[in-house]
């Protein structure tokens, strides 16, 4: 249960373009995390990290960031998809915390992301 394969990856433009346009979001900071539902997915969540070159202009600092956030949601995603029931989600995770943060607070931080999507995924 603690990979991330392929398949829990979003890389369709189109996919991401919708979820930009339709998707539910909300703030949890050091993320914004936006999501929708999708029917059409072989795993249960499809995920994008993004850490915008705005805030780090080295991309070796944006790739750890993003490693971080990867490996933080790899051991923590069981959380949400216990809670998850039928449902198939795209969520993007983006990074605004304009510091780079220890991966021991980032792992807090994403436990608390998740679990704030899961119920806000139930209503």
């Known amino acids: 249960m603690q990979t991330f394969k392929k398949t829990e ?3 369709s433009k189109n996919l991401i373009d919708k979820l930009f346009e339709t998707g539910k979001s909300f ?3 050091p993320f914004k995390v936006i999501w ?3 029917a059409e997915r072989i795993s249960p969540v ?3 990290i993004s850490v915008p070159k705005r805030s780090f202009k080295k991309a070796v ?3 750890k960031i993003k490693r971080r956030i990867r490996e933080g949601y790899r051991k923590n995603k069981k959380l949400l ?3 998850l029931t039928d449902k198939k989600i795209l969520l993007m ?3 605004t915390s304009k510091n780079m943060v220890e991966y021991n607070e980032l792992e807090k931080k994403i436990i608390l992301m998740v679990q ?4 806000e995924t139930n209503n």
């Open 116 to 119: 704030r999507l899961s119920l």
């Open 61 to 63: 600092d944006r790739n």
């Open 9 to 11: 990856r979003l890389c």
């Open 93 to 95: 995770l983006i990074y």
């Open 27 to 29: 703030n949890s900071f």
């Open 46 to 48: 499809s995920v994008v």
């Open 36 to 38: 929708i539902e999708a």
């Open 81 to 83: 998809y216990t809670n």
